[in-house]
Antibody, heavy 121, light 107 residues
Framework: QVQLVESGGGVVQPGRSLRLSCAAS????????MHWVRQAPDKGLEWVAL????????KYADSVKGRFTISRDNSKNTVYLQMNSLRADDTGVYYC??????????????WGQGTLVTVSS | DIQMTQSPSSLSASVGDRVTISCQAT??????LNWYQQKPGKAPKVLIF???NLETGVPSRFSGSGSGTDFIFTISSLQPEDIATYYC?????????FGQGTRLEIK
């Protein structure tokens, strides 16, 4: 079955960087778009970024554009989120998620359990 | 960006009740809408895709309808395990956007 395991979260000071990883298994990783979605404490869901199956296309929420970079390594079945210039409002649980369909960009179907990022001095 | 507005924001109902949640988009999103359920401390789970299609393994008491800008999510007979927050989400246009959520409680 589909498994998505996030790692790399933790406490970081404002202005610093952090890289999240998501290890995928149970499906043909190289054929699916992957997403990151976040959730601030006691708040709703916010889509953050996606990367197409072959990394040729990426998209970002305006709130992270220019600061976050999504990438993937299909040889390692892993997707990454490089987060720079972190701010307090980036605090939350970050979920890695798998798209619905192969080779296209649609929306989130399966979610990992999330990793907590806390930006605080 | 397309804004998604859910109503109500919170809802209290009794076991066995019929529950409905509305979701409205600021522009036509055809039928590109999902409904997710999130239980406390857990990741969200998709219940309905393409506005009205039941995800595999999801009980038939859950249903969705609508197209264009107005959508409805229904639980035909509320069960105790349905206590959660429910979100709609559009995927007709990027960025993907979610409604603010509807918190469902047992009366």
């Amino acid at each position: 079955q589909v498994q998505l395991v996030e790692s790399g979260g933790g406490v970081v000071q404002p202005g610093r960087s952090l890289r999240l990883s998501c290890a995928a298994s149970g499906f043909t990783f190289s054929t699916y778009t992957m997403h990151w979605v976040r959730q601030a404490p006691d708040k709703g869901l916010e889509w953050v970024a996606l990367i197409s199956y072959d990394a040729s296309n990426t998209k970002y929420a305006d709130s992270v554009k220019g600061r976050f970079t999504i990438s993937r390594d299909n040889s390692k079945n892993t997707v990454y989120l490089q987060m720079n210039s972190l701010r307090a409002d980036d605090t939350g649980v970050y979920y890695c998620a798998k798209d619905y369909s192969t080779y296209v960009m649609t929306t989130v179907r399966y979610w990992g359990q999330g990793t907590l990022v806390t930006v605080s001095s | 960006d397309i804004q998604m507005t859910q109503s109500p924001s919170s809802l209290s109902a009794s076991v066995g009740d019929r529950v409905t949640i509305s979701c409205q988009a600021t522009q036509d999103i055809r039928n590109y809408l999902n409904w997710y359920q999130q239980k406390p401390g857990k990741a969200p789970k998709v219940l309905i895709f393409d506005a009205s299609n039941l995800e595999t393994g999801v009980p038939s008491r859950f249903s969705g309808s609508g197209s264009g800008t107005d959508f409805i999510f229904t639980i035909s007979s509320l069960q105790p395990e349905d206590i959660a927050t429910y979100y709609c989400q559009q995927y007709d246009h990027f960025p993907l956007t979610f409604g603010q959520g509807t918190r469902l409680e047992i009366k």
